[in-house]
């Protein structure tokens, strides 16, 4: 072979090398391209259910807000104060106007700096006249019961009507003739209960004067 054939082959050779590069170089372009594109759908999609996670998250922070609101205007009335001490105790207040969402006794505890058992008294006192109110649950691992306690909200709302109620059944067995201190004025006794203190008050000492009419539109407020 002579050294002329020698160099056109070579030079074949090298064309044909120089003419494969570009396809190469653009099928990794293609592929480049086609990998952008599945990345910014996969954005696109983590943006939108974040979206609506947020949506979320603000209705329930206004749905709490408004519970809390409507709680707060009710707890401001002195007959509803009233009855939820005397029926619940002092931290009755506290725990209706605080439990908007489920939570255990002990989470309860922790976050109104109340002692456990306190509250769990509260909880069930507050349970007998229908305002809260709790769901269970059994640990499969330790058989354990766990109970998460809530305010029944609407009976909160319509707890006026509730005390209404309650006054007007006391009232229908109030004597026509009863007695109070006039230095207390905060409790009523009847005649026979007037005997047996010798018509004196328990609290002073003062001599029990019997009720007028005044007084006794007095007696609504005295027997919740």
């Given at each position: 072979?002579?050294s002329?054939?020698?160099?056109?082959?070579?030079?074949?050779?090298?064309?044909?090398?120089?003419?494969?590069?570009?396809?190469t170089?653009?099928?990794?372009?293609?592929?480049?391209?086609?990998?952008?594109?599945k990345?910014?759908?996969?954005?696109?999609?983590i943006?939108k259910?974040?979206?609506?996670?947020?949506?979320?998250?603000?209705?329930?922070?206004?749905?709490?807000?408004?519970?809390?609101?409507?709680r707060?205007?009710?707890?401001?009335?002195?007959d509803?104060?009233k009855?939820?001490?005397h029926?619940?105790?002092?931290?009755?207040?506290?725990?209706?106007?605080?439990?908007?969402?489920?939570?255990?006794?002990?989470?309860?505890?922790?976050?109104?700096?109340?002692?456990?058992?306190?509250?769990?008294?509260?909880?069930?006192?507050?349970?007998?006249?229908?305002?809260?109110?709790?769901?269970?649950?059994?640990?499969?691992?330790t058989g354990?019961?766990?109970?998460?306690?809530?305010?029944?909200?609407?009976?909160?709302?319509?707890?006026?009507?509730?005390?209404?109620?309650?006054?007007?059944e006391?009232?229908?067995?109030?004597?026509?003739?009863?007695?109070?201190?006039?230095?207390?004025?905060?409790?009523?006794?009847?005649?026979?209960?007037a005997?047996?203190?010798?018509?004196?008050?328990?609290?002073?000492?003062?001599?029990?004067?019997?009720?007028?009419?005044?007084?006794?539109?007095?007696?609504?407020?005295?027997?919740?």
């Amino acid at each position: 072979m002579t050294s002329k054939n020698k160099k056109t082959k070579t030079k074949s050779k090298n064309v044909k090398k120089k003419a494969g590069k570009p396809k190469t170089a653009k099928k990794k372009t293609t592929k480049k391209k086609t990998s952008s594109k599945k990345k910014i759908v996969k954005k696109k999609t983590i943006k939108k259910t974040k979206k609506k996670t947020s949506i979320k998250t603000k209705k329930k922070i206004h749905n709490i807000r408004h519970i809390k609101k409507e709680r707060k205007e009710i707890l401001k009335k002195d007959d509803v104060r009233k009855y939820l001490i005397h029926h619940a105790g002092e931290h009755a207040i506290l725990i209706v106007q605080n439990l908007i969402e489920p939570a255990t006794d002990e989470e309860i505890a922790k976050k109104l700096k109340v002692r456990v058992s306190e509250v769990r008294s509260t909880l069930n006192k507050l349970h007998t006249i229908r305002l809260t109110e709790y769901s269970r649950s059994k640990d499969s691992d330790t058989g354990w019961y766990t109970y998460k306690w809530i305010v029944r909200h609407n009976n909160v709302m319509g707890i006026t009507k509730i005390i209404d109620d309650e006054i007007a059944e006391k009232l229908k067995n109030i004597p026509d003739t009863v007695y109070y201190c006039e230095n207390c004025g905060d409790e009523a006794w009847t005649f026979d209960e007037a005997i047996d203190m010798q018509f004196k008050c328990p609290r002073c000492g003062s001599i029990l004067t019997e009720a007028d009419e005044r007084f006794k539109e007095k007696l609504k407020k005295l027997y919740l």
